[in-house]
């Protein structure tokens, strides 16, 4: 089986984290030459894929770079950014194929790690023979390093990081690729090691429960578990926060001069927005497969993103499905993030199980007024918890238990908290029969 174990490193030393800042920098720059080299060759093509695109001088920067990083790591920088070109054409070309629904957007071609005046992107990429792991009470992680930065650091041997935190998969039959990036949300230096271990090995605690997800524009996650519980992350504040700072771009940008397009703030705006929704994402991520890692789950199902566009087609929504919560990033992390704790991510199709009725299964008498679904028949309940029910229910063969009352969380630019909503008392009914299931709060709470 194919796990990740991901974990936060520290230097041992100002000057190994110095060391550590100028190696990371280092493999920005190789990635942007090589990248632009190619880039300019896809442009010169007018767009279409060709042999020249790989043929960029690799072999010219590879000498350039080895001595800072060493052979192995500059060949695997380059290795890994023919990986994103190709990975960028093969979506292309599923693009442009009527009958491959997987890609909806029009794909772009790879990006730049920053740039030197602005700041690059700090990370790097390890060959599995380059790094050594090891686990316990000095739990450590030891890189190779070229001669070049040796010498400027009077530095022998590896450098030697120390990890925080315990592993997921400490026992392993072998290592993949490490990554190792600078987190400049939470200003951490982070390692994922892919890794493959025994198929014997027992993924979760109970390994048999199913979760599915309801991936929304105000609320950003709806989850039902087979376990009877259910999670909502909220999102309304973020997103005002994102269009406020999207207001502020739009604002400095008709103030510029005629000709030009951006400026030194305006791009600090950008950063500061994208880097704000990056970590919302990342903790929502964490937060949620830790708890159903606890629970058991094995599976979770998501909704594909056209299923996404044929639910919500307003304007507003579509900049919080697209812009703001960036779907397709978001469940590349999710899935990203899932591997680690051995939980599978299947996409099905979740079409119309937000107008679903769970009582009657009506889909076009039923109402929507902001969070709350209605329905003819006498149902009242939670627009998105009853539509991540209604895809549990139709994807899984094992009954869905009775909800308890849904736990949920507000993002508070660290953590995502349980609100105090999640503790008021349940709405009385006067009308018994509206309640669609005992016990069910995704649809006795509107």
């Known amino acids: 089986m194919k796990r ?52 960029a001088d690799t072999g010219r920067l590879e000498g350039k770079y080895k001595g800072v990083l060493g052979a192995s790591t500059a060949q695997q920088v380059i290795r890994k950014n023919s990986e994103a070109w190709r990975g960028f054409f093969e979506n292309k070309k599923a693009y442009h194929d009527e009958s491959d629904t997987s890609v909806t957007e029009h794909p772009e071609p790879p990006g730049f790690w920053g740039n030197k005046d602005e700041g690059r992107k700090l990370h790097t990429v390890i060959r599995n023979t380059s790094y050594t792991v090891e686990w316990g009470d000095r739990s ?15 530095h022998t041997g590896r450098l030697r990081l120390e ?41 979760t605690p109970l390994a048999d429960e199913k979760a599915a997800l309801d991936i929304g524009a105000n609320n950003l996650v709806a989850c039902t578990t087979t376990t009877g519980k259910q999670y909502l992350y909220e999102g309304r504040e973020l997103f005002q926060r994102f269009r406020d700072t999207t207001r502020e771009i739009a604002r400095l940008q008709s103030k510029l001069d005629e000709g030009r397009y951006s400026s030194k703030r305006i791009r600090r705006l950008y950063q500061k927005r994208t880097r704000r929704r990056d970590h919302a994402q990342e903790a929502l991520c964490r937060d949620l497969l830790e708890r159903l890692y606890a629970e058991g789950v094995d599976t ?22 697209h812009n703001f919560w960036a779907f397709k990033q978001f469940t590349e992390r999710l899935v990203c993030t899932a591997e680690e704790y051995g939980i599978t991510v299947e996409v099905r199709s979740e079409a119309w199980t937000s107008q679903e009725c769970p009582q009657c299964g009506s889909t076009d008498r039923t109402t929507r007024h902001q969070d709350t679904l209605t329905c003819p028949c006498g149902f009242e309940g939670h627009a998105d918890l009853t539509a991540s029910e209604t895809f549990l229910e139709r994807h899984t063969e094992e009954a869905v238990r ?3 009352r849904p736990v949920r969380f507000e993002w508070d630019d660290h953590d995502w908290s349980e ?28």
Do not use: C
């Not at 450590?140 to 009077?154: A, F, H, M, P, T």
């Open 402 to 404: 009775p909800m308890a």
């Open 163 to 203: 990890i925080t935190g315990d592993p997921n998969w400490p026992e392993y039959e072998k290592q993949g690729r490490l990554d190792l990036w600078y987190d400049e949300t939470d200003s951490t230096f982070r390692a994922s090691q892919p890794v493959t271990v025994s198929d014997e090995i027992r993924d």
């Open 419 to 446: 609100s105090p909503r999640s503790h008021r008392p349940k709405e009385q009914r006067t009308d018994p029969s509206t309640v669609h299931r005992d016990g069910n709060v995704a649809s006795g709470e509107s």
């Open 140 to 154: 450590r992680l030891e890189i190779l390093v070229g001669s070049e930065l040796k010498d400027r650091y009077d």
């Open 4 to 55: 990740t174990n991901t974990f936060a490193v520290r230097p041992l030393s100002d000057n190994g984290e110095r060391l550590l800042r100028d190696l990371l920098d280092a493999s920005a720059a190789l990635w942007n030459e090589v990248n632009y080299g190619r880039l300019m060759r896809y442009n010169d093509e007018g767009g279409y894929e060709n042999e020249d695109v790989w043929d």
């Open 300 to 321: 979770l199902y998501i909704g594909g993103l056209t299923d996404v566009l044929d639910t919500h087609w307003s304007v507003e929504t579509n900049a919080k499905t």
